[in-house]
């Protein structure tokens, strides 16, 4: 896989133009922010809300989406996920020139198809691996986070050129960028939030109940599973270190146990499952599907299972214990 990185951007294309951020929420701030001290002009468009407030106190002059998007070069399209296709059917297309450059952080709409973009405007996407926060706070250090990004649609001829720029003045090419596609990026979005997460957090909640079954106290079964904070330390180390490496930072008692125990725990059921949910639910469209029908319904599905797990016996736990950790941290 080949990196991209300042050597091989320009922010040339950039000079002169006038770059539209439409959203100012955790990337959209940061990326204003951050292509503001790269020296290009940046306008920001957002609702009158606490993002807006957020805009003025950072120096913006925030105007409607509608109005950005008439006056912007570029397009950097960063309301969420499921507002996108709205706004860009009432604010964004209305307002739409030939040769403008539309720009996501995310693949999901235009991958999927739910938005499609006309044929006389070029569509990338430069989408960091990490939050707003973090891509604010490397660029201030000189530094940047990684990013994917993609062409999906040259209709200058000058498409790559053009998202190379923007990803220079994020900080992205710091950091390193490297090529991938609308749909590669919303896949494996969608792999981790439907997979792996949901694997962890099914695997915790199973785990809790096992303890407490066996007499372990419920507040304390939330503290070694994640409460301690020493489950984020051991994936900040395995995000330097490595999976496996970082091992080296525990006892060899923890080492034996981990990597003799892990062998047989994933029961071919599960995998058939996991196969089932990245072929069919994801590479197949099902879940897209499922969440346009849902957020037409009014969530009301997802705000069901909000609730319930807020009842459930280990929020409960997580009650008594959380606020000595927090408190205990803050020291």
Same mark, same amino acid.
């Given at each position: ?47 009158? &809300?606490?993002? !807006? =407030? $957020?805009? *003025?106190?950072? @120096? ?128 494996? &979005?969608?792999? !981790? =939030? $439907?997979? *792996?997460?949901? @694997? ?132």
């Amino acid at each position: 896989m080949k990196i991209y990185t300042d050597a091989d951007a320009s922010l040339e294309p950039l000079l002169g133009k006038t770059v539209s951020i439409l959203g100012y929420g955790n990337q959209g701030q940061a990326q204003a922010l951050n292509l503001r001290d790269s020296g290009i002009h940046v306008l920001v468009g957002n609702r009158q &809300d606490s993002y !807006a =407030e $957020q805009a *003025v106190e950072d @120096g913006f002059d925030p105007i409607s989406i509608s109005d950005a998007a008439k006056a912007g070069d570029y397009l950097i399209i960063l309301t969420t996920d499921e507002s996108q296709p709205v706004i860009w059917d009432q604010q964004i297309v209305p307002n739409l020139e030939a040769g403008n450059v539309l720009v996501w952080s995310s693949g999901y709409n235009v991958g999927y198809g739910l938005i499609k973009p006309p044929d006389d405007v070029d569509v990338v996407m430069v989408a960091p691996r990490m939050t707003g926060n973090n891509v604010r706070t490397l660029f201030k250090h000189n530094k940047g986070t990684m990013a994917q990004v993609a062409v999906q649609q040259d209709a200058t001829g000058e498409a790559w050129k053009r998202m190379m720029a923007v990803a220079m003045g994020i900080g992205a090419t710091r950091g390193g960028v490297f090529e991938s596609s609308f749909r590669e990026e919303a896949e494996l &979005d969608l792999f !981790a =939030e $439907q997979v *792996v997460w949901p @694997g962890l957090v099914a695997w915790f909640e199973e785990c809790f109940k096992l303890g407490v079954e066996q007499g372990f106290s419920a507040e304390l079964m939330v503290l070694e599973l994640y409460g301690s904070g020493e489950a984020s330390e051991i994936f900040r180390l395995m995000s330097q270190e490595g999976l496996y490496k970082q091992m080296a930072n525990h006892s060899t008692t923890s080492q034996y146990g981990t990597l003799s125990r892990s062998k047989n725990l994933v029961s071919n059921e599960q995998k058939d499952l996991m196969r089932e949910r990245l072929v069919h639910d994801i590479k197949g469209g099902a879940f897209v599907k499922e969440w346009s029908a849902e957020q037409a319904s009014g969530s009301k599905l997802l705000e069901k299972l909000k609730a319930e797990v807020m009842e459930n016996a280990m929020s409960r736990a997580e009650e008594q214990i959380l606020p000595l950790v927090q408190e205990a941290h803050a020291i």
